[in-house]
T-cell receptor, first 116, second 109 residues
Framework: NAGVMQNPRHLVRRRGQEARLRCSPVKGHSHVYWYRQLPEEGLKFMVYLQKENIIDESGMPKERFSAEFPKEGPSILRIQQVVRGDSAAYFC??????????????FGPGTRLTVL | DAKTTQPNSMESNEEEPVHLPCNHSTISGTDYIHWYRQLPSQGPEYVIHGLTSNVNNRMASLAIAEDRKSSTLILHRATLRDAAVYYC??????????FGKGTSLLVTP
């Protein structure tokens, strides 16, 4: 009974490189959420995706960040031309149905991105 | 979603009950009260949620004030594995959870 899987668990990039973070939701879940956690802070919502659709990207920085959840394969969070301020833990969560106030999100272990 | 206020940290002895408070004076009628916890170097984990009535599950109990402006997460017997940051979150949308800074619970043997 696999939960949410994220890889890599740790990622080191130099300034200006690209970072690709992958998330495989719980089997059967078609709703994926990405969050970012800066050091010493709580998680901040970034984007909500369903298969092949971005539903809400209100928490995503306007530039350099993009996310997708293709029909087949994992969800990808892509950060182009990384800067030191992008260093953070990125968490993916999933849920089985259209989210409502009662729903639970299942979180992965996170990817810790370090930008040198 | 409305804002919540929690103490920065709390401490408990092992095998004693722990009451973690949360204030949410601007809660709306459609907001559910959720609690998640985050163990060190892990992703958040769902604990419990409720709307108006008190709730119990295998992990914890949730006591909700009659006016819904505050709630308390109750761990009946704290163990060392319960040491974590506990987040009280209000949500009507079911996503875009606002985690805040939470309460860091220290459990001592």
């Amino acid at each position: 009974n696999a939960g949410v899987m994220q890889n890599p668990r740790h990622l080191v990039r130099r300034r200006g490189q690209e970072a690709r973070l992958r998330c495989s939701p719980v089997k059967g879940h078609s709703h994926v959420y990405w969050y970012r956690q800066l050091p010493e802070e709580g998680l901040k919502f970034m984007v909500y995706l369903q298969k092949e659709n971005i539903i809400d990207e209100s928490g995503m920085p306007k530039e350099r960040f993009s996310a997708e959840f293709p029909k087949e394969g994992p969800s990808i969070l892509r950060i182009q031309q990384v800067v030191r301020g992008d260093s953070a833990a990125y968490f993916c969560a999933s849920s089985p149905e259209v989210p409502r106030g009662t729903d639970t999100q299942y979180f992965g272990p996170g990817t810790r991105l370090t930008v040198l | 979603d409305a804002k919540t206020t929690q103490p920065n940290s709390m401490e408990s002895n092992e095998e004693e009950p722990v009451h973690l408070p949360c204030n949410h004076s601007t809660i709306s009628g459609t907001d559910y009260i959720h609690w998640y916890r985050q163990l060190p170097s892990q992703g958040p984990e769902y604990v419990i949620h409720g709307l108006t009535s008190n709730v119990n599950n295998r992990m914890a109990s949730l006591a909700i004030a009659e006016d819904r402006k505050s709630s308390t997460l109750i761990l009946h017997r704290a163990t060392l594995r319960d040491a974590a940051v506990y987040y009280c979150i209000l949500s009507s949308s079911g996503y875009a959870l606002n985690f805040g800074k939470g309460t860091s619970l220290l459990v001592t043997p």
